[in-house]
T-cell receptor, first 113, second 114 residues
Framework: LAKTTQPISMDSYEGQEVNITCSHN???????ITWYQQFPSQGPRFIIQ???TKVTNEVASLFIPADRKSSTLSLPRVSLSDTAVYYC??????????????FGAGTRLAVHP | NAGVTQTPKFQVLKTGQSMTLQCAQD?????MYWYRQDPGMGLRLIYY???????DKGEVPNGYNVSRLNKREFSLRLESAAPSQTSVYFC?????????????FGSGTQLSVL
């Protein structure tokens, strides 16, 4: 199974950069890495997706090393509103098909004033 | 463009009652999913439908049934509700089953079984 491992929780302060790393040792050739953000009482929402090297959008950056066995979500200058749970998702045929999208426990990020 | 719409938003059931959670998407997506999320926990996949006419079990299918009514709609049925099924249920959809899948979620149904 393409299982992912993330830290359970992280703390930060407003204005700091936050990096959340996800391990996915069994990633397969065609797998992309996708990150989602979930606020309390809401469904997760897509943040960023990448295959290799670096991807940047208006919300975050995603760094993926050459071996693709891990990825790092980088949130620049966080604010209180970035307090949420962040999930790394790697779909894989090894999990029973690309549609069998299984989430890990996610990382609870708390941003403090 | 509403995206993924779930009904109802809240529901209270007594043990043994049945109910159906409705989900509809207007993005012309092929794949649809049902997840449950217990308080303070991550999402667990109940069932999914890769395309119209197909459904498959996820991680926690026991006690649930699903119907992919058409390309837009994917319903989840609890035949005999149990307190252990108290949870928030999320429906999601995606374009198709490839390695670069992006999920779009509904706002959830909060279900309490007494």
């Amino acid at each position: 199974l393409a299982k992912t491992t993330q830290p359970i929780s992280m703390d930060s302060y407003e204005g700091q950069e936050v990096n959340i790393t996800c391990s996915h040792n069994n990633i397969a050739t065609n797998d992309y890495i996708t990150w989602y953000q979930q606020f309390p009482s809401q469904g997760p929402r897509f943040i960023i997706q990448g295959y290799k090297t670096k991807v940047t959008n208006e919300v975050a950056s995603l760094f993926i090393p050459a071996d693709r066995k891990s990825s790092t979500l980088s949130l620049p200058r966080v604010s209180l509103s970035d307090t949420a749970v962040y999930y790394c998702l790697v779909p894989s045929l090894l999990s029973g098909g690309y549609n069998k999208l299984i989430f890990g426990a996610g990382t609870r990020l708390a941003v403090h004033p | 463009n509403a995206g993924v719409t779930q009904t109802p938003k809240f529901q209270v059931l007594k043990t043994g009652q049945s109910m159906t959670l409705q989900c509809a998407q207007d993005m012309n997506h092929n794949s649809m999913y049902w997840y449950r999320q217990d308080p303070g926990m991550g999402l667990r996949l109940i069932y999914y439908s890769a395309s119209e006419g197909t459904t498959d079990k996820g991680e926690v299918p026991n006690g649930y049934n699903v119907s992919r009514l058409n390309k837009r709609e994917f319903s989840l049925r609890l035949e005999s509700a149990a307190p252990s099924q108290t949870s928030v249920y999320f429906c999601a959809s995606s374009v198709t089953g490839t390695g670069d899948e992006k999920l779009f979620f509904g706002s959830g149904t909060q279900l309490s079984v007494l």
